[in-house]
């Protein structure tokens, strides 16, 4: 039962436009998101959050946005760099959750210079 | 962020034997958290292991199969034993944001490879 769903599995991207990487999720309970990067040979690298709270956090180029209606997040880059070229993770806490993510199955994103 | 190190990076194993997996952090941290990410899957929570309990186990994965110890609040080790090729995977430590946050922080990761 995959409770975090990121059905696209690569993305490409020209350098200088946007990208944007979607995730769907299915827990209501879920109340925190998390995107996180990573390079091969590399662990996860966090980086960018949103409360259920909320529906849009902003840091620098990547914007996330949630909506929670449609259990859906999107997480925008702009402008994309090459080496924003990695795998992108969507992940999920409930506070019911004893502090565990539920990650997505990832989203290779390439950048195109 | 907490600066998190894992030993080995990579290793490969013969069938039946088995590998422990070293995770070392720079502060002290209450939760530590071991992840597996088997080829073109995502990461899928094995155990939390809290310092001084015993690790909590996810559905599906079993102490006799992959104990912990944590002994201190920097330290934890993870062991897959009794390896198969079904093992093969990068398994991945992380901790909780020492600052209180819900991030959290990951290792490099130790990939195996069980022939």
């Known amino acids: 039962d995959q409770q975090v769903k990121q059905n696209s599995p690569s993305l490409s991207v020209q350098e200088g436009r946007i990208s944007i990487l979607n995730c769907d999720y299915t827990n209501s309970m879920f109340d925190y998101f998390l995107w996180y990067k990573k390079y091969p040979a590399e662990g996860p690298t966090f980086l960018i959050s949103i409360s259920s709270i909320k529906d849009k956090n902003e840091d620098g180029r990547f914007t996330v946005f949630l909506n929670k209606s449609a259990k859906h997040l999107s997480l925008h880059i702009v402008p994309s760099q090459p080496g924003d070229s990695a795998v992108y993770f969507c992940?999920?806490?409930?506070?019911?959750?004893?502090?565990?993510?539920?990650f997505g199955t990832g989203t290779r994103l390439t950048i195109i210079p | 962020s907490a600066v998190i190190s894992q030993k080995p990076s990579r290793d490969i194993c013969q069938r039946g034997t088995s590998l422990t997996i070293q995770c070392q952090v720079d502060?002290?941290?209450?939760?530590m958290f071991w992840y597996r990410q088997q080829p073109g899957q995502s990461l899928t929570l094995i155990a939390t292991a809290n310092q001084g309990s015993e690790a909590t186990y996810e559905s599906g994965f079993v102490i006799d199969k992959f104990p912990i110890s944590r002994p201190n609040l920097t330290f934890s080790t993870l062991t897959v034993s009794n390896l198969s090729p079904e093992d093969s995977s990068i398994y991945l430590c992380?901790?909780?944001?020492?600052?209180?946050?819900?991030?959290?922080?990951f290792g490099p990761g130790t990939r195996l490879t069980v022939t």
């Open positions: 502060s002290q941290v209450t939760m």
């Open positions: 992940a999920a806490r409930s506070d019911f959750g004893n502090e565990k993510l539920t």
């Open positions: 992380s901790v909780e944001d020492p600052r209180g946050s819900y991030e959290q922080y």
